[in-house]
């Protein structure tokens, strides 16, 4: 069973930087893409980056492009997404989640994935 384990939320004034970590001890294997999702309160749950395993370029949501850079540390399993110059419409709630052994067409559905963080809290004043 895949763990992933979010922190890095809070409370921030606009402007403001926050980083996000996602950790998934001892599971790298059979993974295929990791991404973050944001949900805004009253609507669904978007995806706002994303990052394919084997690499390549990551996927960004035009809302964050050129703002939030999402990363990860192989090392130590574990997914960054730094966020800069937030605004007020980036608040909410933060999901990590992790595609195990399937395909994966964009990355960008809540459907592909099939292990979910708990979520993290981020508002912006």
């Known amino acids: 069973h895949v763990q992933l384990v979010e922190s890095g939320g809070g409370s921030v004034q606009a402007g403001g930087s926050l980083r996000l970590s996602c950790s998934s001890p001892?599971?790298?294997?059979?993974?295929?893409?990791m991404g973050w999702f944001h949900q805004a309160p009253g609507r669904e749950r978007e995806a706002v980056a994303r990052l394919y395993s084997r690499g390549g370029t990551p996927f960004y949501a035009d809302s964050v492009k050129g703002r939030f850079t999402i990363s990860q540390d192989n090392t130590e399993n574990t997914l960054y997404l730094q966020m800069d110059s937030l605004k007020p419409e980036d608040s909410g709630v933060y999901f990590c989640?992790?595609?195990?052994?399937?395909?994966?067409?964009?990355?960008?559905?809540?459907?592909?994935?099939?292990?979910w963080g708990q979520g993290t809290q981020v508002t912006v004043s």
């Open positions: 001892g599971h790298t294997s059979n993974r295929v893409c």
């Open positions: 989640a992790a595609a195990y052994g399937r395909v994966v067409s964009s990355g960008l559905a809540n459907s592909e994935y099939n292990y």
